[in-house]
C-alpha cells in the first residue's frame, strides 16, 4: 500500500465516522452478568457453627437410638427394623458435617477423592431416609388397616429384603456423586466441591439429577406417606381406645413430619433454581440472587434432619425412654428404681409393637 493509498483512505474514514455517535448505544441491562453475590463472614461463622452443633447432636443421638433398637431380645417388628436403618441413614449424613463446616469458611481443603465420598455419602443418607419412612408409613398401614392380610404375609423377611433394597437402590441414585471435583469458586478464591458436569452435556444431566431427586426424593414418597397415615389415622379414631393404644404412631408421625419442615423448603428452592435454568420461568438478577441464598439457607435447614429424630424419640416416645432406662440400670449407668407398672398390658396386637 502505498502513502496516497494512506491518506485517501484515511480522508474517507474521517468522512463516514464524523457523524457516528458513540453515545446513541445503551446496554441492555437483562443481557448482562449479575454481581456476584458474597455472603458476609459473620453468616458464614455461624453456618459453619451451627453444622458443628448438629453433628455433636446427631452422632451420640443416632447411636443411642441404633444401640436401644438393636438391643432388643425379641425379633424386630418391621416398623423398629425400618427406624434402626434410619438411624444410620442419619449417622452417614451426620458424618459428612465436619467436612462441609470447614469448607463453609475455609473452602474443600479435601481433595477430590474425599469430594465424591462425601457427596455420594450425602445422598445416599438423603434417598433412604425419605424411604426408610415410606416404607414406615405403608407398614403401619397394613398393620393397622389390613390386619388380616399383614398378618398372613411373612413380614419379618419382607422387611429385611426391603431394607436391602433400600440401601441398593438409594446407592443407586447417589451415583452422579462421582461427578463431584474440587474446582475453583467463580464467587471467591476458595475450593467448592460440586458436581462438574460435562458442557456439551451439563443440562441434561442436571435436569436428569434434579428431575429424580425431586420425584423419587420428595414428590412420590409424599404421595405415598400421606394417603397412609391419613387412612391410618382415620381407622384409629375409629377405634375404641385405639389412638390410645398407638404411641408409637405419635413417634412416627413425628418424625415424618420433621422430615418435611426441614427438607421441603429445600425442594422448593431447588425447584425454583431447577424452573430458572430450564427457562420455564423469567428472572432477573434479583430473583437469581433470592433463590442461591434460599438455596443456601434451606440446605442448612435440611442437614439439621439428621438430629431431630433422636430427640423426638428422647421427649415423644415413651416406650423407647423405658428401654433406654434399663439398659442404663443394666450397664450401671443408671441406679435402679421402682418402675410403676405404667405399661397397662399392651393388647398382643402389633399396633403397640413398636419400640417408640
Given at each position: 500500500m502505498t502513502y496516497l493509498d494512506v491518506d485517501f483512505f484515511h480522508e474517507i474514514y474521517d468522512q463516514l465516522n464524523f457523524s457516528y455517535n458513540y453515545t446513541e448505544y445503551n446496554l441492555n441491562p437483562s443481557t448482562q452478568p449479575c454481581d456476584v453475590f458474597m455472603f458476609p463472614n459473620a453468616v458464614l461463622l455461624v453456618v459453619c457453627l451451627f453444622y458443628i452443633f448438629i453433628f455433636l447432636l446427631a452422632i451420640p443421638g443416632n447411636l443411642v437410638v441404633g444401640f436401644v433398637i438393636g438391643q432388643t431380645k425379641q425379633p424386630l417388628s418391621p416398623s423398629d427394623l425400618y427406624l434402626f436403618h434410619l438411624a444410620l441413614a442419619d449417622l452417614l449424613l451426620a458424618i459428612t458435617l465436619p467436612f462441609w463446616a470447614t469448607s463453609v469458611t475455609q473452602g474443600w481443603i479435601f481433595g477430590d477423592a474425599m469430594c465424591k465420598i462425601v457427596t455420594i455419602l450425602q445422598e445416599l443418607s438423603f434417598y433412604s431416609s425419605i424411604l426408610f419412612l415410606?416404607?414406615?408409613?405403608?407398614?403401619?398401614?397394613?398393620?393397622?388397616?389390613?390386619?388380616?392380610?399383614?398378618?398372613?404375609?411373612?413380614?419379618?423377611?419382607?422387611?429385611?429384603?426391603?431394607?436391602?433394597?433400600?440401601?441398593?437402590?438409594?446407592?443407586?441414585?447417589?451415583?452422579?456423586?462421582?461427578?463431584?471435583?474440587?474446582?475453583?469458586?467463580?464467587?471467591?478464591?476458595?475450593?467448592?466441591?460440586a458436581v462438574q458436569y460435562d458442557p456439551k452435556s451439563a443440562d441434561e444431566w442436571r435436569l436428569a439429577t434434579r428431575v429424580l431427586r425431586h420425584a423419587l426424593g420428595f414428590i412420590i414418597p409424599l404421595a405415598v406417606m400421606l394417603p397412609c397415615y391419613g387412612v391410618t389415622i382415620q381407622r384409629l379414631l375409629h377405634i375404641r381406645g385405639g389412638f390410645q393404644r398407638q404411641r408409637a404412631m405419635r413417634v412416627?408421625?413425628?418424625?415424618?413430619?420433621?422430615?418435611?419442615?426441614?427438607?421441603?423448603?429445600?425442594?422448593?428452592?431447588?425447584?425454583?433454581?431447577?424452573?430458572f435454568r430450564l427457562k420455564i420461568v423469567d428472572y432477573g438478577c434479583r430473583e437469581r440472587t433470592a433463590v442461591d441464598k434460599a438455596m443456601f439457607a434451606t440446605q442448612s435447614m435440611g442437614l439439621l434432619h439428621s438430629c431431630v429424630n433422636p430427640i423426638l424419640y428422647a421427649f415423644v416416645g415413651e416406650k423407647f425412654r423405658k428401654k433406654m432406662k434399663q439398659k442404663m440400670i443394666k450397664m450401671g449407668l443408671l441406679k435402679k428404681m421402682s418402675v410403676s407398672r405404667s405399661s397397662r398390658s399392651s393388647v398382643s396386637s402389633e399396633i403397640t409393637s413398636t419400640v417408640m
Amino acid at each position: 500500500m502505498t502513502y496516497l493509498d494512506v491518506d485517501f483512505f484515511h480522508e474517507i474514514y474521517d468522512q463516514l465516522n464524523f457523524s457516528y455517535n458513540y453515545t446513541e448505544y445503551n446496554l441492555n441491562p437483562s443481557t448482562q452478568p449479575c454481581d456476584v453475590f458474597m455472603f458476609p463472614n459473620a453468616v458464614l461463622l455461624v453456618v459453619c457453627l451451627f453444622y458443628i452443633f448438629i453433628f455433636l447432636l446427631a452422632i451420640p443421638g443416632n447411636l443411642v437410638v441404633g444401640f436401644v433398637i438393636g438391643q432388643t431380645k425379641q425379633p424386630l417388628s418391621p416398623s423398629d427394623l425400618y427406624l434402626f436403618h434410619l438411624a444410620l441413614a442419619d449417622l452417614l449424613l451426620a458424618i459428612t458435617l465436619p467436612f462441609w463446616a470447614t469448607s463453609v469458611t475455609q473452602g474443600w481443603i479435601f481433595g477430590d477423592a474425599m469430594c465424591k465420598i462425601v457427596t455420594i455419602l450425602q445422598e445416599l443418607s438423603f434417598y433412604s431416609s425419605i424411604l426408610f419412612l415410606t416404607f414406615i408409613s405403608v407398614d403401619r398401614y397394613m398393620v393397622i388397616v389390613r390386619a388380616m392380610e399383614a398378618r398372613r404375609a411373612n413380614r419379618q423377611v419382607f422387611s429385611w429384603v426391603v431394607c436391602a433394597a433400600v440401601w441398593l437402590f438409594g446407592g443407586l441414585l447417589s451415583l452422579p456423586g462421582f461427578f463431584s471435583s474440587s474446582s475453583k469458586s467463580q464467587n471467591s478464591t476458595y475450593m467448592i466441591c460440586a458436581v462438574q458436569y460435562d458442557p456439551k452435556s451439563a443440562d441434561e444431566w442436571r435436569l436428569a439429577t434434579r428431575v429424580l431427586r425431586h420425584a423419587l426424593g420428595f414428590i412420590i414418597p409424599l404421595a405415598v406417606m400421606l394417603p397412609c397415615y391419613g387412612v391410618t389415622i382415620q381407622r384409629l379414631l375409629h377405634i375404641r381406645g385405639g389412638f390410645q393404644r398407638q404411641r408409637a404412631m405419635r413417634v412416627i408421625v413425628c418424625v415424618v413430619v420433621a422430615f418435611l419442615l426441614c427438607w421441603t423448603p429445600y425442594h422448593i428452592a431447588v425447584m425454583a433454581d431447577t424452573f430458572f435454568r430450564l427457562k420455564i420461568v423469567d428472572y432477573g438478577c434479583r430473583e437469581r440472587t433470592a433463590v442461591d441464598k434460599a438455596m443456601f439457607a434451606t440446605q442448612s435447614m435440611g442437614l439439621l434432619h439428621s438430629c431431630v429424630n433422636p430427640i423426638l424419640y428422647a421427649f415423644v416416645g415413651e416406650k423407647f425412654r423405658k428401654k433406654m432406662k434399663q439398659k442404663m440400670i443394666k450397664m450401671g449407668l443408671l441406679k435402679k428404681m421402682s418402675v410403676s407398672r405404667s405399661s397397662r398390658s399392651s393388647v398382643s396386637s402389633e399396633i403397640t409393637s413398636t419400640v417408640m
